[in-house]
């Protein structure tokens, strides 16, 4: 059976509980105690400060600013490696990046809120290593987050071990086999690394990686329909006769809507636990942030960076690669009933908050066209 774990937040790291859930028809907020969620006036602040900087960026306001390094660590990294060639759009991204660096930097500062990863509990901790890969030839450390091109990050790290002889080679993906995780090394280890190795993740727009990992898994993974299908659709579907047979390959994304509102964040499978839990932005002090819209350019920036070879190269989508468009989006989140989505919003608010992702816009005069 599938644990229900009704917790709308993350543990604090001393165990205590703090936190909200928001209403977001846009009145006053329910206010209830939960695992570590920044309280709600700072994320309404930071939510509304973000709503500025993105005005300005739309009236040319930060044009002229100079980008620092990710995360203020005096490393001086140049975003582009072609210096000077800078297009428009190169300079809207490194915008968007400098927003999203000082608004971690500022929710990352507060009280609440791990300073390191022996401030975490050992739940948390033990995700966050766990998650974290290992290249010490070229000094880096990797957060990887599956539905963020972890597979084909995975494929890099392979050939820059020598394990693999290409990215472009055709083969099924082992995740684990010849891959060094953070989790396996000794303590001194792993603070020397952090110190010292290159430290960088990828992120995506949250409800777009949600439904690509509702898709993927339940409509192509048979052990996962198996695993969590089968309750799924136990648990939460009206009307279902207790005698018919469940296979869990029909289950609907508001049937998963209703399963991740029963979840602990901090126990949910990877594939939708929130980018926060899984890599702790505010415990590891990351020197990039990549985006999965820039994915490209991005790769390219950190594969320039820790000098890889020149034939290492990042691997394009692989052609069965069914990508999650605006419009599936759209379609997926107004069909779903609102009261549903307002609940669910809370349990990602800090992958919004914190990388700086719009809230999606339901409303009816929106869902309409």
């Not at 920044?38 to 739309?58: K, N």
């Not at 727009?205 to 136990?234: C, D, H, T």
């Not at 914190?354 to 869902?367: D, M, R, V």
Request: glycine share 6%.
């Amino acid at each position: 059976m599938l644990p229900r774990r009704p917790d709308y937040g993350m543990k604090r790291p001393g165990g205590g509980r703090s936190g909200s859930v928001i209403n977001f028809r846009g009145t006053a907020a329910s206010v209830r105690r939960s695992s570590a969620v920044l309280p709600s006036v700072l994320t309404f602040l930071v939510i509304v400060a973000s709503g500025g900087l993105l005005l300005m960026i739309e009236k040319g306001m930060l044009n002229s600013m100079e980008t620092p390094s990710p995360r203020g660590n005096g490393r001086g990294l140049e975003l582009n490696p072609q210096a000077g060639r800078r297009g428009p759009d190169a300079v809207d991204v490194e915008i968007l990046r400098e927003i999203r660096n000082r608004t971690i930097k500022t929710m990352c500062s507060q009280k609440n809120m791990p300073h390191s990863i022996w401030s975490l509990s050992p739940l948390q901790r033990k995700t966050l290593l766990q998650h974290i890969l290992v290249n010490d030839e070229y000094r880096f450390l990797y957060c990887y987050v599956p539905k963020v091109a972890c597979s084909n990050w995975k494929r890099v790290l392979k050939v820059l071990s020598g394990t693999l002889e290409s990215v472009d080679v055709s083969i099924k993906m082992d995740h684990r086999s010849n891959l060094l995780f953070l989790s396996s090394l000794k303590p001194e280890e792993i603070r020397y690394r952090l110190k010292h190795y290159f430290k960088f993740m990828f992120v995506r727009e949250p409800m777009e990686r949600l439904l690509s990992a509702y898709r993927n898994k339940f409509g192509e993974i048979e052990s996962y329909q198996k695993k969590y299908g089968v309750e799924i659709i136990k648990r939460y579907r009206k009307g279902r006769s207790k005698g018919a047979s469940v296979t869990g390959d029909d289950v609907t994304f508001a049937e998963f809507v209703h399963y991740l509102l029963d979840e602990d964040v901090e126990r949910m499978n990877e594939h939708w636990m929130p980018m926060y839990n899984l890599c702790q932005p505010c415990a590891v002090s990351y020197d990039f942030i990549g985006s999965y819209e820039h994915l490209e350019s991005d790769a390219e920036f950190v594969l320039h960076h820790v000098r890889a070879p020149p034939y290492v190269h990042f691997p394009e989508r692989q052609t069965w690669y069914k990508p999650v468009t605006m419009e599936t989006l759209h379609y997926y989140l107004c069909s779903l009933p609102q009261k549903l989505l307002r609940e669910l919003l809370p349990k990602y608010i800090l992958d919004f908050s914190l990388f700086t992702y719009p809230l999606p816009n339901t409303t009816t005069e929106h869902c309409r066209h």
